[in-house]
């Protein structure tokens, strides 16, 4: 029974270690179509939020800019996903939005190509974001446009924080200064 038990126990221990991926390990479009490794951010802290041009929460374009200009650079980083799951509110295509972003906002953080942040085509970034049985850490939905993900130097899941908070919050803007 021993001979039979012990394996099993160690491929229940070994395949719930695969499962949890890191941030890391995935491969995105920016927003001008080029594949961007999220390996390539390893060593810095990343604020990941889901976007839209015609939110109401859509300046807060500019405090993620505020704080990517003040914090930005070797140990933190930006990246924002345009998604189109809320009332229609990011209809344009890549091109489109990287021009709003610019134009309206000064956007210099990374932005990547639009994709589902919910439903059945979820991306699977988003996926791991959202499913503490692919990050180890939390279950949560995203509920509307500018929600924010923190995610560490190791790739790993710290929190979510809710589309209403600026981004210029003490939460946000502690967690990145330590």
Known sequence: ???IILPLLFLVATSNAFAQ???????VKDIEGNQFELSSLEGKKVLVVNTASKCGLTPQYEQLQ?????YGGDNFTIIGFPANN???QEPGSNTEIATFCEKNYGVT???MSKISV???DI??????????SKNGKMDSEVGWNFQKYLVDENGQLVDMVEPKMK??????????KN
Do not use: C
């Not at 981004?167 to 990145?176: M, Q």
């Open 1 to 3: 029974m021993k001979k």
């Open 21 to 27: 991926t890191s941030f890391h390990d995935f491969t």
């Open 66 to 70: 505020e704080i990517y200009e003040t």
């Open 86 to 88: 809320f009332a229609n």
């Open 109 to 111: 953080f990374p932005m």
């Open 118 to 120: 919910k439903g059945d």
């Open 123 to 132: 991306h699977p970034v988003y996926q791991w974001l959202t499913q503490k």
């Open 167 to 176: 981004p210029t919050n003490e939460k946000i803007v502690n967690w990145v």
